[in-house]
């Protein structure tokens, strides 16, 4: 079955940067486009970018260009999101989520990973 | 970018009862790219419905979406006790994608 796995909590001090991944099986890695969704505590989801595995090409929300890289492994079928100059505002849960293969809503999801920024 | 204004914030009810949910965009969702997805605490999102009102995989009949344009609704006809959630509906029809904010239901 599609299994999506996202690695474990991180805790960063302001100003760090953080690598999640995000490991994907069950499916033909480099058909579908995998998306990255954050949600801060008692908040909403929040849309941050994508990547299409295929070819590598990335799209990112206007907010996070130039803080955020999304890359990915093909021969391990796993998806990286960095960010950069973290700050207390990005104290989030971070999830990775694989769209269909035509459209970008997000049948699967990976449980979350959490990233704490404190100093 | 386009934005979804969900309403109510919190929806009161009892299990049997009806739930209505209103998703409100912005501007025209283009193709009728709407979803709805439920989450419960400590869980990641799970898809219930895409193109306004196709059930995802494994979705029970009780929960329908409707609307068109600007308006959408997702209705549960009975609600049971594990649909005691927060709701997010989300376009992808124009980029970026975007959500709204949520409504959650809870018991009354």
């Known amino acids: ?119 | 970018e386009m934005v979804l204004t969900q309403s109510p914030g919190t929806l009161s009810l009892s299990p049997g009862e009806r739930a209505t949910l209103s998703c409100r965009a912005s501007q025209s969702v283009g193709n009728n790219y709407l979803a709805w997805y439920q989450q419960k605490p400590g869980q990641a999102p799970r898809l219930l419905i895409y193109g306004i009102s196709s059930r995802a995989t494994d979705i029970p009949d009780r929960f329908s979406g409707s609307g068109s344009g600007t308006e959408f609704t997702l209705t549960i006809s009975r609600l049971e006790t594990e649909d005691f959630a927060v709701y997010y509906c989300q376009q992808y029809g124009t980029a970026p994608t975007t959500f709204g904010g949520g409504t959650k239901v809870e018991i009354k």
């Open chain 1, 1 to 119: 079955q599609v299994q999506l796995v996202q690695s474990g909590a991180e805790v960063k001090k302001p100003g760090a940067s953080v690598k999640v991944s995000c490991k994907t099986s069950g499916y033909t890695f480099s058909n579908y486009y995998v998306h990255w969704v954050r949600q801060a505590p008692g908040q909403g989801l929040e849309w941050m970018g994508f990547i299409n595995p295929n070819d590598g090409r990335t799209t990112y929300a206007q907010r996070f260009q130039g803080s955020l890289t999304v890359t990915r492994d093909m021969s391990t079928t796993t998806v990286y999101m960095e960010l950069t100059g973290l700050s207390a505002d990005d104290t989030a849960v971070y999830y990775c989520a694989k769209a269909t293969r035509f459209l970008q809503y997000f049948e699967t999801w990976g449980k979350g990973t959490t990233v704490t920024v404190s100093s």
